[in-house]
Antibody, heavy 116, light 110 residues
Framework: EVQLAESGGGLVQPGGSLTLSCQGSGFSVSSDWMHWVRQTPGKGLVWVSRIAPDGKTNHADSVKGRFTISRDNAKDTLYLQMNSLRVEDTAVYYC??????????WGQGTLVTVSS | QSVLTQPPSASGTPGQRVTVSCSGSSSNIGRDNVYWYQQLPGTVPKLLIYNNDQRPSGVPDRFSGSKSGTSASLAISGLRSEDEADYYCAAWDDSLSGYLFGTGTKVTVL
């Protein structure tokens, strides 16, 4: 069974850093496009970053230069390194698998709260 | 426009047909496939429609999608109480080199 499980969320002060992890099972994280999507409680979905099988990455303008998506193929794990965090980065962060453009698998999400 | 615009809400009585629109531009819907996601209260998003009008296995045929030009629509026929959820359209945007989600539509079953 294909599953994704995020971890690493928590409370961090503005300007701080946090690294989120997304463990894949039942498939290879390295062979698919993988994304991070966030959702502020009660609000809509917002795309954050993606990484291609060849390692090419894209980031939303709102996080460009602050967030970095990466993966460890040996561990089948996706990461999101978040630096210079802002209050407006507070959200539930989901990882998702992209199969030919469709996000067909989602993790349960991990909550990141940026507050002093 | 680098945003996918949806109506904030839509509603219908059980058995009715409800449609949700998604308006984009030539850099997203006009060039790429449209996807629809359903998010039931307190749950993670679920793929509902892919490639404009295709349903993943397990999605009832009451749900259908269409696309024309820079707009897309999701239709729910035979509305049921369990369809009460938030619905999001999505597409890749070539100008932004980023994935766009729509603003979201809350469907209420009256």
């Amino acid at each position: 069974e294909v599953q994704l499980a995020e971890s690493g969320g928590g409370l961090v002060q503005p300007g701080g850093s946090l690294t989120l992890s997304c463990q894949g099972s039942g498939f290879s994280v390295s062979s698919d496009w993988m994304h991070w999507v966030r959702q502020t409680p009660g609000k809509g979905l917002v795309w954050v970053s993606r990484i291609a099988p060849d390692g090419k990455t894209n980031h939303a303008d709102s996080v460009k230069g602050r967030f970095t998506i990466s993966r460890d193929n040996a561990k089948d794990t996706l990461y999101l390194q978040m630096n210079s965090l802002r209050v407006e980065d507070t959200a539930v962060y989901y990882c998702s698998r992209d199969t030919f453009g469709r996000h067909d698998q989602w993790g349960q999400g991990t909550l990141v709260t940026v507050s002093s | 426009q680098s945003v996918l615009t949806q109506p904030p809400s839509a509603s219908g009585t059980p058995g009715q047909r409800v449609t949700v629109s998604c308006s984009g531009s030539s850099s997203n819907i006009g060039r790429d496939n449209v996807y629809w996601y359903q998010q039931l209260p307190g749950t993670v998003p679920k793929l509902l429609i892919y490639n404009n009008d295709q349903r993943p296995s397990g999605v009832p045929d009451r749900f259908s999608g269409s696309k024309s030009g820079t707009s897309a629509s999701l239709a729910i026929s035979g509305l049921r109480s369990e369809d009460e959820a938030d619905y999001y359209c999505a597409a890749w945007d070539d100008s932004l080199s980023g994935y766009l989600f729509g603003t979201g539509t809350k469907v209420t079953v009256l």
